[in-house]
């Protein structure tokens, strides 16, 4: 156990529904990141926060995608409209000074 | 029924061997590496990391060795066991892009009993 939660660890739903997943960071991590990834592949970064501030995006984040940390703590991603490219492994991580420690991952099944 | 998907590098040993793993990085303003270790079903878990001024270093039964002049990164783990049985994935970052993770593509590791 890394320190970094998600919730869901697995979410089914079908196309055209919304989702979202929640990432609680190590608490003293004011920077916290997410990617994606598909079966066989590495992870693709998406978005990164330091503190509450949204510093970079993915081209990757198109805008069915939207991400949060309001108070520079737990983060949400949101989907909406999902398609079943969507399906895939959604990874959260945060870090202090050093490496970046990961979180169990969100498994999401777009039928 | 025929499977289509991408298939990873898998390096087979036998428990007791050294492993080696490589990777190759892309970008040469990259100042900093890792390698992370990921079971099935599970987040990528930090094994070792090494900064660009350094050629090598080492952790408990595992040493990086990083080649600035041809950008490769290897993973070194000694006496491999059962344990060790997972995908090992390097990644590269640098300053600055907000330290987000590039990250090659991975092995698939057996370890043999």
């Known amino acids: 156990d890394t320190g970094v939660s998600q919730d869901p660890r697995h979410k089914i739903t079908k196309r055209g529904q919304n989702v979202t997943f929640r990432c609680d960071p190590i608490s003293e991590h004011n920077r916290l990141y997410w990617y994606r990834q598909t079966l066989g592949q590495g992870p693709e970064f998406l978005t990164y926060?330091?503190?509450?501030?949204?510093?970079?995006k993915s081209r990757l984040l198109s805008d069915r995608f939207s991400a949060e940390r309001p108070k520079g703590s737990f983060s949400t991603l949101e989907i909406q409209r999902t398609e079943q490219g969507d399906s895939a492994m959604y990874l959260c991580?945060?870090?202090?000074?050093?490496?970046?420690?990961f979180g169990p991952g969100t498994r999401l099944t777009v039928l | 029924g025929e499977s289509v998907g991408l298939h990873l590098p898998t390096l087979s040993v036998q428990e007791g061997d050294n492993s080696i793993i490589n990777c190759a990085y892309s970008n040469s303003a990259s100042d900093y590496f890792i390698w992370y270790k990921q079971e099935s079903g599970k987040g990528p878990q930090f094994i070792i990391d090494?900064?660009?001024n350094m050629d090598k270093r080492q952790g408990q039964r595992v040493t990086v060795l990083l080649n600035k002049t041809v950008k490769h990164l290897s993973l070194q783990i000694a006496a491999t066991q059962p344990g060790d049985s997972a995908v090992y994935f390097c990644?590269?970052?640098?300053?600055?892009?907000?330290?987000?993770?590039?990250w090659g593509l991975g092995t698939s590791l057996a370890v043999n009993p």
């Open positions: 090494i900064r660009s």
């Open positions: 926060f330091q503190n509450e501030a949204q510093l970079e």
């Open positions: 990644a590269e970052s640098n300053a600055g892009n907000n330290r987000k993770l590039i």
């Open positions: 991580a945060s870090r202090g000074g050093g490496e970046q420690f």
